[in-house]
T-cell receptor, first 110, second 117 residues
Framework: RKEVEQDPGPFNVPEGATVAFNCTYS??????FFWYRQDCRKEPKLLMS???SGNEDGRFTAQLNRASQYISLLIRDSKLSDSATYLC???????????FGSGTRLQVQP | GAVVSQHPSRVICKSGTSVKIECRSL??????MFWYRQFPKQSLMLMAT?????????EQGVEKDKFLINHASLTLSTLTVTSAHPEDSSFYIC?????????????FGQGTRLTVV
C-alpha cells in the first residue's frame, strides 16, 4: 500500500465549479499535512497546511480526519489558473522529510 | 522571491559522465536538506537526506555511491550523479525546511531536469 494515495484524475471542470480532492495516508504517526500545487515541469509550491480543525484560505478549504487518516481539499469557484496537479503531502513520521502522493490533476475549462 | 535556489535548471550529458547539482538556501540556514526525484507522471520520491557536517542518509534502493551528496555548509548541499546512464534521466528537486515555531515549511528548489544521452 502506498504511504499517500490520491485519485490521479484528471478532473475536468468548468470555470466556477466546485471540486473536491481526497487523499488517504497509511502512517498513523504522521504529524504534518499539506496540500502542494505543482505546475507542469515546475517545483511544487505550498498551497496550504492542513489542520485537524479544518482551515480555509480564500476559495480553498482543507480538512483532516485523523481517525480515518483522510485529507481533503475543496476548491470553490474554480479559475482557469487553478489548473495544475495537486499533491497531498504528509511528513514521514518522526522525520522532517515529506512523502508525496502521486497528485491529482485538475483542468479547469472555459 | 525564491528562498531555495537550485542550479542548473536543465542539463544534458553523455552517458558515463558525472553531473553536479547545487542547492542553496538563500535566507536561512538549513542543517538538513532533502533530495527528491520525479519521473514523468509519478510522484516525488525521497532519495536522501543531506545533513550538514555529516554523511547523508539514503532511502532504501538509492545507491549512495552513485548519488553522492555533500552538505559542507549550512546553506549549500550538492548532489552528484556519477557515471550517469539514460535511466537516471529525471527531474531532481532539493528541499530545505525552515522552522517557524510550531510551524515548518518546506521550500523547494526550481528543480533540475537531467537528460542523459
Amino acid at each position: 500500500r502506498k504511504e499517500v494515495e490520491q485519485d490521479p484524475g484528471p478532473f475536468n471542470v468548468p470555470e466556477g465549479a466546485t471540486v473536491a480532492f481526497n487523499c488517504t495516508y497509511s502512517n498513523s504517526a504522521s504529524q504534518s499535512f499539506f496540500w502542494y500545487r505543482q505546475d507542469c515541469r515546475k517545483e511544487p509550491k505550498l498551497l496550504m497546511s492542513v489542520y485537524s480543525s479544518g482551515n480555509e484560505d480564500g476559495r480553498f478549504t482543507a480538512q483532516l480526519n485523523r481517525a480515518s487518516q483522510y485529507i481533503s481539499l475543496l476548491i470553490r469557484d474554480s479559475k482557469l489558473s487553478d489548473s495544475a496537479t495537486y499533491l497531498c503531502v504528509v511528513n514521514k513520521a518522526g522525520r522532517r522529510a515529506l512523502t508525496f502522493g502521486s497528485g491529482t490533476r485538475l483542468q479547469v475549462q472555459p | 522571491g525564491a528562498v531555495v535556489s537550485q542550479h542548473p535548471s536543465r542539463v544534458i550529458c553523455k552517458s558515463g559522465t558525472s553531473v553536479k547539482i547545487e542547492c542553496r538556501s538563500l535566507d536561512f540556514q538549513a542543517t538538513t536538506m532533502f533530495w527528491y526525484r520525479q519521473f514523468p507522471k509519478q510522484s516525488l520520491m525521497l532519495m536522501a537526506t543531506s545533513n550538514e557536517g555529516s554523511k547523508a542518509t539514503y532511502e532504501q534502493g538509492v545507491e549512495k555511491d552513485k548519488f553522492l551528496i555533500n552538505h559542507a555548509s549550512l546553506t549549500l548541499s550538492t548532489l552528484t550523479v556519477t557515471s550517469a546512464h539514460p535511466e537516471d534521466s529525471s527531474f531532481y528537486i532539493c528541499s530545505a525546511v525552515r522552522d517557524r515555531g510550531p510551524d515548518t515549511e518546506a521550500f523547494f528548489g526550481q528543480g533540475t531536469r537531467l537528460t542523459v544521452v
